[in-house]
Nanobody, 128 residues
Framework: QVHLVESGGGLVQAGGSLRLSCAAS????????MGWFRQAPGKEREFVAA????????VYADSVKGRFTISRDNTKNTVYLQMNSLKPEDTAVYYC?????????????????????WGQGTQVTVSS
């Protein structure tokens, strides 16, 4: 089991940057693929980015590709989301999630149903 805590959200002007962090408890962080999702008011939760256990496979939503970068540090039990060139439409609550369902070290998934554990979320607000 893993407990996830996000941080780094806040208010930023359009074009600005934020770096989200997600700290995981437990000694098995490296056995989980990790993902970032977001949910805006009145909308469904959507996939943002994901990274495999070994960091070798990374996928992004088309809407953030080229602007966001996901990374992980297994020695610190932390996954990051660097967000640059932020837009008002990036405003949402951002969640990190852990997925232990894949068998391969380079496994990664865009589907939220594959993720077993979720953080409480951190608010990102981008003003125009």
């Amino acid at each position: 089991q893993v407990h996830l805590v996000e941080s780094g959200g806040g208010l930023v002007q359009a074009g600005g940057s934020l770096r989200l962090s997600c700290a995981a408890s437990g000694r098995t962080f490296s056995s989980y693929a990790m993902g970032w999702f977001r949910q805006a008011p009145g909308k469904e939760r959507e996939f943002v980015a994901a990274i495999s256990r070994n960091g070798g496979s990374i996928v992004y939503a088309d809407s953030v590709k080229g602007r966001f970068t996901i990374s992980r540090d297994n020695t610190k039990n932390t996954v990051y989301l660097q967000m640059n060139s932020l837009k008002p439409e990036d405003t949402a609550v951002y969640y990190c999630a852990a997925d232990n369902t894949g068998a391969l070290s380079n496994y990664v998934s865009r589907s939220p149903v594959r993720y077993d554990y979720w953080g409480q979320g951190t608010q990102v607000t981008v003003s125009s």
